[in-house]
């Protein structure tokens, strides 16, 4: 008889982070990977059936937009139209950063365009998901933050629509570990990342700043996205719920 499949959604899937982690476990056997994002008939969506599979893993795409409204109403009912009745992992990856304003210059718009992405977003997907969680064994739902949403140890660099979205998210999944004695819940913080919104960021500061020392922060998707889910697969209710973990496994200060 064949074991039970290990099932992942993640959002954000179609680029990036998110695409490295769907790559990730597709890789592994047996596993179910649920890939959500805002189009799934889009070409970086299909493109993502063509990743190498392990035996017995496969992919599903369904429509998510973190952004709106209902915009994971549909993740139910493709899963359970999948045969899907839990999930063991969800990764809330997806968000932007588009502009990086002081506190004087900051436009209303867009701390609220970071926040119905990162924050809203994340909350909407967490209650579309939590009934499969809670029919897992060993649940876990991970948040992808940030340093730049650190309170305690806040970078002097100019973030004022993105940092705040992130120290609200942080807030929201430490929340939800102290809410659920049965879910692991916590934060992973990926790095300054090459991925296309990483290398954005990190050029525009460094040329704002006059900082190019800020180029060499930046890490490999591999390095990121390896040092992420080794972070996942270790990752216990005593061990990291309600915690803010880096890829390499350091706790930077909420």
Do not use: C
Not at 32 to 40: K, L, M, T, Y
Not at 75 to 94: C, K, T, Y
Not at 178 to 185: K, N, P, R
Not at 226 to 248: L, S, W
């Amino acid at each position: 008889m064949a074991s039970t499949p290990y099932i992942v959604l993640i959002s954000g899937a179609s680029r990036g982070l998110g695409k490295g982690f769907v790559e990730r476990y597709l890789a592994r056997p047996n596993h179910i990977v649920i890939a959500a994002n805002r189009d799934p008939n889009g070409s970086t969506s299909k493109e993502l059936y063509d990743l190498p599979k392990a035996e017995g893993s496969r992919l599903i795409i369904v429509k998510y937009d973190g952004a709106i409204d209902g915009g994971a109403s549909e993740i139910p009912a493709v899963l359970a139209s999948q045969g899907i009745n839990h999930l063991d992992l969800v990764i809330a990856n997806a968000g932007i950063a588009y502009v990086y304003p002081s506190v004087a210059d900051l436009k209303i718009s867009d701390i609220e365009n970071h926040m119905a992405i990162n924050v809203y977003g994340t909350v909407r997907l967490y209650q579309a998901t939590l009934p499969f969680l809670k029919k897992a064994r060993s649940p876990k739902f991970v948040t992808i933050g940030s340093g730049a949403g650190s309170i305690t140890a806040q970078l002097p660099l100019p973030n004022a629509a993105y940092g705040p979205s992130k120290a609200a998210v942080h807030w929201l999944t430490k929340r939800m570990d102290g809410e659920e004695d049965w879910l692991t819940a916590f934060v992973l913080d990926p790095g300054l990342v090459g991925t296309d919104m990483g290398n954005r960021g990190a050029a525009e500061l460094s040329t704002r700043l006059g900082m190019p020392e800020l180029m060499d922060m930046v890490i490999s998707l591999d390095e990121s996205v390896t040092g992420m889910v080794q972070r996942i697969d270790e990752a216990t209710k005593e061990t990291h719920g309600g915690t803010f973990v880096r890829y390499d496994g350091s706790n930077p200060p909420f």
